[in-house]
Every structure is written in C-alpha cells, then in structure tokens.
C-alpha cells in the first residue's frame, strides 16, 4: 500500500507507518485488493492528508467507513466522486445546510473545496471491500486514524471537531479541552431525526472561526467541481 502523502503529515505519522501493526495493515490491504474490488482506488486512501495540510486544519468532520458501492469513495469522509448520485446521509447534509445558512442544494457530493479550506474529512478506516460494509474493521485502520487525530489534538490552535453519531462522539474522550466539540446524531436517514437536522454546526463552524479572526468556511459548493 502506498502511503502518498508528504510535508508535516508524513513527519507526524512515518513513527506509526513503520510499525508491526501497520506493516500488517498494508499487506493485508494489497491482499484484499488482489483477490476484491477495494475502495477506494489506492491512490485516493490518503486523500483526506493530501487535501487538507496539517498547518491548515481548522475542522474535522469525522465519518466511519468509506462508501462501498462502485465509484464513491475517493478518501472524504461522505464524500463521493462528481458524476456519482449523492448518498442520502450528504443529502441529509445538504438539507440542514439549507436549512442551516441557507445555501441551496447542491447538484453534486464532491466536497474537495471544503477539504482545501481546513476541513480534515476523515474515516476512522480508509478501505473497504467492495459491498461489503466495514468488512476492513479492526485490521489496523482506527489505530492509524487516531494517530491522525492525536496529531491534530496537539495542535495549540483550537480546532472544532464535527461528531455526528455516537461512533465519533467516542473520539471525544481523548480530546483536550481547548478544542471545540460541536456533537448531534449521524446524518444517515436512520437518525437524522433524532438530533441531526436543526444542529446548525455549518454556522456555528463560521461563527466561531470568525471570532478569532479567521475566515468562514465557504460551504457553498463550486456548481461544476473539477475532479483533481
């Protein structure tokens, strides 16, 4: 498994790349994708480091398990590829940004442009075999993801920290104090009722980014996102 990410995060997270259980991790990963389909494409598992510098992360959308039907997942947590029908828990997404800060539906679930303005969108596992939910759980992924998010949590700066569901809320525990920890139940159609939709995290986000003088996060999604 080729781990093509580079600059702080590379520094941050070589330590965990060369230890046992990730060594494990990355045969295990090559071994599935010999004999499954694996999303997503090799390439994109690291796209979350990739997109969001660690000197620039302002935000953590923490998500679960990478979307495991043909041509999702591309390494956002509920992300999906542009040209591809946006998965109802985004759709949930789209509706209480609406709702929200009154930013229409967007025509499309490709959320690269919230990645590059500090928005880490990261799954506690980053593969999974095609059709086949969580089928990568308990390999060595959520080790490595806490890593990532220990890295964050010793940030000085604080950073606001996005938990929707209870399976995020558990990171919560590890967290220091100076970060901001804005929590409401999963967006999935399943839950999205029970405390999801009326949270205003988009505009609480904003609000508290510009308090300390740093620019909103342009929710707004680009109308014809370029793929990169």
């Known amino acids: 498994m080729h781990t093509n990410f580079d600059g702080t995060w590379r520094t941050l997270l070589q330590p965990e790349i060369e230890k046992p259980y990730f060594q494990s991790l990355s045969s295990y990963v090559d071994a599935e994708r010999s004999q499954y ?21 302002r935000v953590v959308i923490l ?8 041509g999702q997942a ?36 490709y959320l ?24 990568h759980r308990n390999r060595g992924w959520e080790t490595f993801t806490s890593a990532i998010l220990q890295a964050v ?8 920290f996005l938990l929707w569901g209870s399976p995020a809320q558990k990171v919560a525990n590890n967290l220091h104090p100076r970060h901001i920890l804005l929590k409401a139940a999963h967006p999935s159609p399943l839950s999205a009722y029970r405390g999801f ?5 988009f505009s ?7 308090e300390r003088g740093e620019s909103p996060i342009e929710w707004r999604l680009p109308e014809n996102p370029v793929l990169e």
């Open 37 to 57: 389909a694996v999303f997503p494409d090799e390439a994109n598992v690291f796209s979350a480091l990739r997109y969001t510098p660690y000197e620039r992360v």
């Open 74 to 109: 591309h390494g956002l947590c509920f992300s999906v590829l542009p040209g591809v029908k946006t998965p109802p828990s985004l759709v949930n997404i789209y509706k209480e940004l609406e709702s929200d800060l009154a930013i229409p539906i967007a025509n499309h679930g």
């Open 153 to 160: 949590n010793a940030k000085e700066e604080p950073v606001l």
């Open 204 to 210: 609480q986000v904003n609000a508290l980014l510009t």
């Open 197 to 201: 939709f009326g949270c205003k995290h």
């Open 63 to 70: 998500g679960q398990d990478p979307y495991h039907d043909i």
């Open 112 to 135: 690269a442009s919230w990645a590059k303005q500090g928005v880490l969108m990261l799954n506690t596992a980053l593969t999974v075999r095609a059709h086949e939910a969580l089928s």
